[in-house]
């Protein structure tokens, strides 16, 4: 196994990579300090947290164009998006003025009744401009919310905008420019000039955005629209390769393709074929695919508020850190419980008995990174007595070993990691349960409300990933079990975390498929700090964040989600996470071993202090 070099691509030499080589202790306590030594490496980062440069250099080009003095722009992928960028500026900072946020809303340049867009893939874009004292307010919405706009869909998009396909949507030859119609909340329905919360961004050139009369007409140097994103991307970008890789994907979420299969296969399956998740009255058209899978749970709990009305949320469990934000952030705040017990439980019983109500009640299966699994069978029995809906996260334990729908109204995942594994592109999906009794009113919500802003590019990409996925999920439980018995086997460690060893297994066990394993993901603990930066520095994986990857990958994770708040909720701050890969099972072993047989020396024979 290779290792990489601070600040590089992993996989190495990967475009749109979702992780980032940090392959020592000392480099992510530097990459956290915002020390220059480990920054000045960075090429890349997980997308949420680390704006790509594809996205980076199309944002510096809008706010040339059409920003003022110390402006910034962060891109998103529609004006629907860039609008909740804008609200959440102005409920942070509730003093802004009114022309000081701005949306620019870019189209592409076709002639409206050339049947162009009918076959082809249109890359609309949006961009939100700002002062740049709010940079770090936007960067949270970007982070929380996972709605920013993904590394393919910006490189396209600024190329297509350096050649005059992509214009100012005020400038562009579309009849019914000022009609178009975004999904979304009411106020989000009217064009951009009767838009009351945003004012539209003017380009400080007088010249029409800089392009001819003839590209405003409809063609750029004689070329339809159509024409220009072949000649880009051949036909990876035509409708139905779009279409069927997303009918693709959703059908693999549903449990319909319970083997691998390729995308024909995929396509040719009937609709009602028998599945995995065994819900009465499950389909295909329940799941709903995001580009990432903060997003999924960011657009879930804002389908719930718009469909049940402004309450709290409970986060139960010790939570990944955006979903607990999105939560505090967005609507009126939750209720925390971080042990994820059944104390806990018993504490959200009194507070119901005492006429408390609250929205839905999210969590994770099993948590990360301490994998232990909520009591789901007894949320849902509280659920139904109360009335709130559940909505539970499956990325850690995946659907092919646990079967959590019957327990939740929503389930959430990032198919980012385990379902695409190859660590090049990001995902998300949503699923409702049409047993829940707020089916109805969500699905009637989502009709209105959701917007599929997954790009083209992306959803190929991760259908392809994904047509291994069942053998994968096999071959990764094997490998994490075989680790956590050498790791459980050695008298320095302090605690394995893995579902299968959790006091919290039953509830695991509950929920398990009859064929299915623990999962890939187990977390370490040492008796101390040093021999945790011993194993973590020797240990001969693939070391960055992120998770569900085909090879191993370790991280901090601690120091690289909690930094400000270590050991929190009982998490230790030298945990070290283990994301167990595709290896060769011996031979993964042996690297395992070698890690803790330094971390033997060091405690043996010690460096001395100079």
């Known amino acids: 196994m290779s290792l990489n070099e601070i600040g590089q691509s992993i996989p190495p030499d990967t475009a749109h990579a979702?992780?980032?080589s940090l392959p020592t202790w000392k480099a992510n306590v530097g990459y956290e300090e915002g020390e220059e030594w480990v920054l000045s490496k960075m090429k890349t980062g997980y997308p949420r947290f680390y704006i790509h440069d594809c996205i980076a250099k199309f944002a510096e080009t809008i706010t040339a164009r059409y920003g003022g003095a110390g402006d910034r722009a962060m891109v998103f992928p529609s004006y629907c998006v860039a609008s909740r960028c804008v609200d959440f500026l102005r409920s942070q900072v509730p003093s802004l003025g009114q022309n000081e946020?701005?949306?620019v809303d870019l189209v592409p340049n076709w002639r409206p009744n050339s049947?162009?867009?009918n076959t082809h893939v249109s890359t609309g874009i949006c961009a939100t401009l700002f002062p740049d004292r709010l940079s770090r307010i936007a960067k949270s919405f970007w982070q929380h919310s996972g709605e920013g706009v993904s590394s393919r869909r910006a490189e396209f998009a600024h190329r297509a905008y350096e050649e005059g396909v992509l214009v100012e949507a005020k400038l562009a030859a579309?009849?019914?420019?000022?009609?178009?119609?975004?999904?979304?909340?009411?106020?989000?329905?009217?064009?951009?000039?009767?838009e009351k919360t945003v004012t539209q961004s003017t380009t400080k050139s007088t010249a029409v955005d800089g392009h001819s009369e003839l590209e405003l007409n409809g063609t750029f140097e004689g070329r339809e629209y159509s024409q220009y994103i072949e000649e880009r991307f051949g036909r990876n970008l035509d409708l139905s390769f779009e279409r069927n890789a997303k009918l693709a994907i959703r059908r693999r979420i549903a449990g319909s393709l319970t083997a691998d299969v390729d995308l024909k296969d995929?396509?040719?399956?009937?609709?009602n074929a028998e599945r995995t998740r065994q819900v009465m009255g499950f389909s295909e058209d329940d799941v709903y695919v995001y580009p990432t899978g903060m997003s999924s749970i960011f657009n879930a709990h804002r389908a719930l508020l718009a469909a049940r009305g402004s309450m709290k949320s409970i986060c139960f469990g010790f939570p990944y850190i955006d979903t607990l934000k999105v939560l505090q952030k967005w609507g009126p705040g939750c209720l925390f419980y971080g042990h994820g017990s059944s104390q806990d439980l018993d504490d959200l019983e009194r507070r119901l008995e005492g006429g408390d109500r609250f929205l839905a009640l999210f969590c994770e299966f099993p948590s990360n990174p301490l994998l232990k699994s909520p009591d789901l069978e007894r949320i849902r029995l509280i659920a139904n007595r109360y009335g709130f809906a559940i909505v539970v996260d499956e990325t850690i334990g995946n659907f092919m070993n646990v079967h959590v729908l019957p327990f939740a109204d929503v389930v959430v995942s990032s198919l980012t990691k385990v379902f695409s594994g190859d660590s090049n592109v990001m995902g998300g999906s949503c699923v409702l349960?049409?047993?829940?009794?707020?089916?109805?009113l969500l699905k009637d919500t989502l009709a209105v409300e959701y917007e599929d802003n997954y790009w083209a590019e992306d959803a190929i990409f991760m259908e392809r990933n994904s047509r291994d996925f069942v053998s994968r999920i096999d071959r990764i439980n094997l490998n994490a079990e075989a680790i956590c018995d050498v790791l459980k086997a050695h008298p320095r460690v302090k605690e394995v975390h893995y579902p299968k060893?959790?006091?919290?297994?039953?509830?695991y066990d509950r929920c398990r498929s009859p064929s299915g394993g623990y999962g890939g993901l187990l977390s370490i603990t040492f008796f101390s700090t040093p021999e945790a930066v011993t194993f973590f520095d020797r240990i001969e994986t693939a070391k960055g964040p992120s998770l569900g990857t085909n090879f191993t990958l370790c991280c901090p994770f601690t120091l690289l989600a909690h930094y400000g708040e270590l050991e929190w909720f009982g998490v230790e701050a030298d945990l070290v996470r283990v994301s167990v890969g595709?290896?060769?099972t011996s031979e993964l072993v042996m690297v395992f071993e070698r890690a803790l047989e330094a971390v033997t020396e060091f405690v043996q024979a010690p460096p001395k202090l100079q």
Do not use: F, W
């Open 18 to 20: 979702v992780s980032v």
């Open 101 to 103: 946020v701005r949306i």
């Open 174 to 194: 579309v009849e019914t420019i000022n009609n178009r119609l975004c999904k979304g909340p009411r106020r989000y329905q009217k064009g951009p000039s009767t």
């Open 433 to 440: 349960n049409p047993r829940s009794s707020y089916y109805r």
């Open 266 to 271: 995929a396509i040719n399956m009937p609709k």
């Open 582 to 584: 595709l290896e060769d």
């Open 115 to 117: 049947g162009s867009m």
């Open 501 to 507: 060893h959790s006091p919290t297994r039953p509830c």
